[in-house]
């Protein structure tokens, strides 16, 4: 028997949301529509910052990276989601569940450094607006991209390597995708090594970020408290709290999940709490950076108007 638990299991059952039939239909459409949105959203966005050469700025090329990984992280999950709402089978194989979880350690971490180095690029531009064009220089804004996606493939190749040790026990993972708490709770060794490695590369990936994101708000406010021009801090204000709103709420559900005692213990606020930052982030995410920003919204009109102009001569031309 001892021999048979120690077998590394190729399949698992994902558990998904709910057994309530009734409930089925509405979350399928829910969650579909949120989905929809946030796949346009967040890939309008990424077409618009690549088709305009006036957004490539760092502060676009970083939104516009933003994007690419809430996209991907929806196409993690979301449509394996949508499956277990009505198909009797449930399972997925070892490897689909390791590369399902590669892929959002890997996005979730750039992720991190992403609105790190977000929160840094406005630090700079608000509060040495004069120094901004030498300090967040092309050169640097690629290096701090580059090493987000470098820094998020590092960490979960540490993170995959370690799991395939564990997953020996029970095939049932209580979520509705394959996180690294439920496997750790299959497993039938002492989970002792994955959690240290956890709390070591984790807690310090979060420590930094947030530590990069807490300070250059916290700038970020005495400056505008001490601008004499009320329109200008307002709007600055305005802009920075949006955002800090955003920061707050991936950052905070990240914490509760991943940075807490007794992580092996169930709680009852896990799959809420991984609602929040892998489906509700990303669809907030793009209406949160793209429309307060005056700017996406002149070159956006600027588009349509374009757009509806070449449709009103090919109409006349047609009549005529």
Do not use: W
Request: aromatic residues 12%; positive net charge; glycine residues 4%.
């Amino acid at each position: 028997m001892a021999e048979e638990n120690h077998t590394i299991k190729n399949e698992f059952i994902l558990t998904g949301l709910t057994d309530h039939p009734e409930l089925k239909t509405l979350l399928f459409v829910v969650f579909f529509s949120i989905y929809l949105i946030t796949m346009l959203g967040n890939l309008g966005l990424m077409i618009l910052i690549s088709k305009e050469h006036s957004l490539h700025t760092p502060m676009y090329i970083f939104l516009g990276n933003l994007a690419l990984v809430d996209s991907c992280c929806s196409c993690a999950v979301i449509p394996k989601m949508l499956g277990t709402f009505f198909s009797e089978n449930r399972m997925i194989s070892l490897y689909e569940c390791m590369a399902q979880f590669y892929c959002l350690c890997t996005v979730e971490t750039a992720d991190c450094f992403l609105l790190a180095a977000m929160a840094y690029d406005r630090y700079v531009a608000i509060c040495s607006p004069l120094q901004y064009h030498t300090v967040m220089s092309k050169k640097l804004c690629i290096q701090m991209t580059t090493g987000a996606y470098v820094a998020g493939n590092i960490h979960s190749m540490i993170h995959t390597g370690l799991l395939f040790r564990l997953v020996c026990g029970s095939n049932h993972i209580n979520h509705f995708y394959c996180d690294i708490l439920p496997l750790y709770r299959l497993s039938c060794v002492d989970p002792y090594v994955n959690e240290l490695v956890l709390f070591v590369f984790s807690g310090s990936i979060q420590v930094f970020t947030i530590g990069n994101v807490l300070i250059s708000y916290l700038y970020i406010l005495f400056t505008v408290l001490k601008m004499k021009s009320k329109e200008g801090s307002v709007k600055a204000f305005s802009t920075c709290a949006s955002h800090f709103v955003s920061v707050s709420l991936f950052y905070g559900s990240l914490f509760f999940i991943y940075i807490r005692p007794n992580l092996l213990e169930e709680g009852d606020k896990d799959i809420p709490a991984a609602i929040l930052f892998l489906i509700v982030v990303p669809l907030l995410n793009p209406f949160i950076y793209s429309l307060r920003n005056k700017k996406i919204i002149s070159v956006l009109r600027k588009i349509l108007k374009k757009k509806s102009q070449e449709s009103l001569k090919k109409m006349t031309s047609t009549v005529a």
